[in-house]
């Protein structure tokens, strides 16, 4: 299988099952789009162009199986129990913001506000260490809610994991998800010291942020957490972080709201579609689609202008490794959401990741007793086997099948499809790869 395309002035050929990409000329691409065609048509097509060595360039590529390589075959689902190496913490199930598009029902998650006890997450870190087998690095991402609303506890837990760290023969790697409300110099000197990763929200422009993300009391937090934002990310220096934003029906022209952020001074971004009803009058529309997808090309080609310039920046979505990518099995499993990926809940609950949480039929067991319902872990095993849908699609060893939670909320089944999703996925992919080769 290959996937063939035209990009601002680029022809780029992937090969599905080898993950090699090919940049070639207007010739070497229709050669390769109409395999099989005879030298004296392709003469006929491109008169006057030179076909020496052009036939035998692909036919080796195809027999060093970089070129219609054979399909892979995907291990089978499994339901044994796999090791465990990364944790959602909900310390906290509620919110000092009242998001309108929040999948977490202002923090809540269906039930009620609650702020998870040291104890219980104690119990979970002790868990993780139990479970996670040869792993050496394990990864807590501290969540909510807001969990600058439970912060005592975070700097607890922190302290509790360094403590067992060398006892355990483990590494923690924290990340931090937080809206900035509560965003203090404590915060930030803590973050900047033990966390791995910060992930600050923030939609973009003023008028874009406020439209959504109000206070409790309807009031945009826009100006409420900028500056502290911008002071956040230049304390971190060289560590990781990313602005987090959400386009909507409002802003389909949220490569602006990039931008913008770019202009306040940050570096590494991330702007995700809104998933929510499709009655909601937020929600992403047909025309949406289009549209966004034309500002994932108009970004890429910005993107590259910036490129080694001092107003360059990154787009999570466009961060590719083409040379040192995962291996094919890391591919096809995805996220690990549901297997070596678990969230926790304020009450010590197991779900298969935080867009489940408050959902019963998907509670997993707890940090007491373990996962109790292995069936579960099976289900979120390799579904790239269990799509048709998938099976045909040129970008399935780039997302896996995509987010399991994002299918069930679109179609009441982790493993349908969320066709909007996809479409923009393999929108963001073609420009990745685009990107890359410039």
């Excluded at 070497?28 to 030298?39: D, E, L, Q």
């Excluded at 087998?133 to 506890?153: A, I, K, S, T």
């Excluded at 602005?243 to 709201?257: A, Q, V």
């Excluded at 090309?297 to 979505?317: G, I, T």
Aim: hydrophobic share 40%; proline share 4%; with cysteine.
């Amino acid at each position: 299988m290959i996937h063939a395309y035209e990009l601002h002035g680029s022809h780029i050929v992937l090969d599905i099952n080898s993950g090699s990409v090919h940049v070639t000329d207007p010739v070497a691409f229709y050669a390769i789009t109409h395999w099989g065609i005879t030298r004296g048509e392709l003469a006929a097509q491109f008169p006057g162009e030179d076909l020496d060595g052009l036939f035998e360039d692909i036919q080796a590529l195809i027999d060093n199986g970089k070129l219609f390589a054979p399909e892979i075959k995907l291990p089978p689902a499994s339901l044994a129990i796999p090791t465990i190496k990364a944790l959602c913490l909900h310390v906290s199930h509620t919110c000092n913001l009242a998001c309108d598009y929040c999948f977490a029902q202002a923090g809540k998650y269906h039930g009620e506000e609650a702020l998870m006890p040291f104890e219980t997450g104690r119990r979970a870190l002790d868990f993780l260490i139990e479970n996670s087998g040869g792993h050496r690095n394990l990864e807590v991402d501290f969540f909510g809610g807001e969990p600058l609303m439970n912060w005592q506890v975070v700097k607890d837990l922190v302290a509790y994991a360094r403590d067992k760290e060398k006892e355990a023969g483990k590494n923690f790697r924290f990340t931090l998800t937080t809206n900035g409300v509560l965003v203090d110099d404590e915060v930030i000197e803590f973050a900047n010291r033990e966390m791995a990763n910060v992930v600050l929200s923030l939609d973009g422009r003023k008028e874009v942020h406020d439209r959504l993300r109000r206070t409790v009391n309807g009031r945009g937090s826009y100006d409420l957490v900028v500056s502290k934002f911008q002071e956040f990310a230049k304390a971190r220096g060289e560590r990781n972080y990313y602005i987090r934003g959400t386009f909507t029906h409002f802003n389909p022209d949220f490569t602006r709201d990039l931008y913008h952020m770019a202009e306040l001074g940050f570096h590494s971004l991330s702007m995700e579609p809104v998933v929510c009803a499709a009655e909601s009058e937020y929600a992403l529309t047909t025309e949406d689609i289009e549209s966004i997808k034309d500002e994932y090309e108009k970004l890429a080609l910005e993107m590259a202008k910036r490129k080694n310039q001092p107003d360059e920046f990154s787009f999570y979505h466009y961060n590719i490794d083409l040379k040192h990518g995962p291996c094919i099995h890391k591919r096809a499993a995805g996220c690990g959401s549901g297997r070596d990926y678990l969230a926790v809940t304020p009450a010590g609950e197991l779900y298969p990741c935080h867009q489940f949480v408050g959902e019963p039929a998907f509670c997993m067991g707890d940090v007491w007793r373990g996962v109790t319902r292995p069936d579960l872990r099976g289900a979120f095993s390799c579904m790239l086997n269990d799509r048709p849908e998938c099976r045909e699609c040129w970008a399935k060893y780039y997302c896996a099948g995509g987010c399991a939670a994002n299918a069930y909320h679109a179609s009441g089944d982790i493993r349908g499809v969320y066709a909007a999703g996809c479409e923009m996925f393999r929108k963001r992919m073609e420009c990745a790869v685009w990107l890359a080769v410039q």
